[in-house]
């Protein structure tokens, strides 16, 4: 069970992958083709449902054209 704390970070990181992904005019499904990660699962992330792993947050950063330390900055 994530505690109330940990929910807010993924809410906080999800928003800030939405607002990237949307400054770049990407849809769900162009980055998750960008980083070979499925567009559902994009969705979760970006909803704050769904702890990601450390091969997800490169693959975003990859799918986004960031490096990882600006994609982490949220």
Not at 2 to 21: M, P, T
Not at 45 to 61: P, R, V
Request: aromatic share 6%; charged share 30%; net charge positive.
């Amino acid at each position: 069970m994530v505690s109330e704390a940990h929910k807010d970070i993924l809410i906080r990181f999800g928003k800030h992958l939405e607002s990237l992904r949307k400054k770049q005019n990407l849809s769900l499904r162009k980055l998750a083709l960008n980083c070979n990660i499925d567009h559902a699962d994009v969705k979760k992330y970006e909803n704050g449902e769904f702890n990601l792993t450390l091969i997800s947050l490169t693959e975003l950063a990859k799918g986004l054209g960031l490096p990882l330390k600006e994609l982490m900055e949220f």
